[in-house]
């Protein structure tokens, strides 16, 4: 059981707008950047948000980040059907002196 | 292009010790924090620890008694050492590169399933 949690699941219909949450506590997202990662089906983790709401190069602007207090979201406009994958946010744990990652959403894309 | 190749055993007896290694390719190996990462089959993501530039690792608690990561500049290799391991500790494991220790991986391994079963 994580100490960040997400949705297990998420969905929508190509073109539209859909976001993650990405919900913790004052010891972790309250107080640290919030990383985003997409993992597709068999592959490695890729980052597609970190420090809250910047995108590495490379990165669609159809993917955005947000956090207010101890919540984070991920936005991916104008859906598109290869965005159906795994997505996990990650942050600083003060706690455990390390990151820690939500437990992830799997999007579908209907 | 940096690229990290990872290998070691897939399949372990309970309380054998895992031994894998991730070598950098294409890039300088100084100057980065490595990580070790892993996901049992269908569930999330779990950091394991990291080394620093400096050599300084550091650990999840969870797993800090069985745990070593260590680095060979020389090679630029980094290796991963997880004793005493259980059916628990079956998942795919990543090695990934960041430049700070902000957890914003750039670079990734390939994953290395590693199996426990008797």
């Known amino acids: 059981q994580s100490v960040v949690t997400q949705p297990p699941s998420a969905s929508g219909t190509p073109g539209q707008r859909v976001t993650i949450s990405c919900s913790g506590s004052?010891?972790?997202?309250?107080?640290?950047?919030v990383n985003w990662y997409q993992q597709l089906p068999g592959t490695a983790p890729k980052v597609l948000i970190y420090?809250?709401?910047q995108r590495p190069s490379g990165v669609p602007e159809r993917f955005s980040g947000s956090k207010s207090g101890t919540s984070a979201s991920l936005a991916i406009s104008g859906l598109q059907s290869e965005d159906e994958a795994d997505y996990y946010c990650?942050?600083?744990?003060?706690?455990?002196?390390?990151?820690?990652f939500g437990g992830g959403t799997t999007l579908t894309v209907l | 292009q940096v690229q990290l190749q990872q290998w070691g055993a897939g399949l372990l007896k309970p309380s054998e010790t895992l031994s894998l290694t991730c070598a950098v390719y294409?890039?300088?190996?100084?100057?980065?924090?490595w990580t070790w990462i892993r996901q049992p089959p269908g569930k999330g993501l779990e950091w394991i620890g990291d080394?620093?530039?400096?050599?300084?690792?550091n650990y999840n608690p969870s797993l800090k008694s069985r745990v070593t990561i260590s680095a060979d500049t020389s090679k630029n290799q980094i290796s991963l050492t997880l004793n005493s391991m259980t059916a628990a500790d079956t998942a795919v494991y990543y090695c990934?590169?960041?430049?700070?220790?902000?957890?914003?991986?750039?670079?990734w391994g390939q994953g290395t399933l590693v199996t426990v079963s008797s």
């Open positions: 080394i620093n530039p400096s050599g300084r690792t």
């Open positions: 004052s010891s972790n997202i309250g107080s640290n950047a």
């Open positions: 990934a590169r960041s430049v700070g220790d902000d957890y914003t991986w750039d670079y």
């Open positions: 990650a942050t600083w744990s003060d706690s455990l002196n390390g990151p820690v």
């Open positions: 294409g890039g300088s190996f100084s100057g980065y924090y």
């Open positions: 420090g809250d709401n």
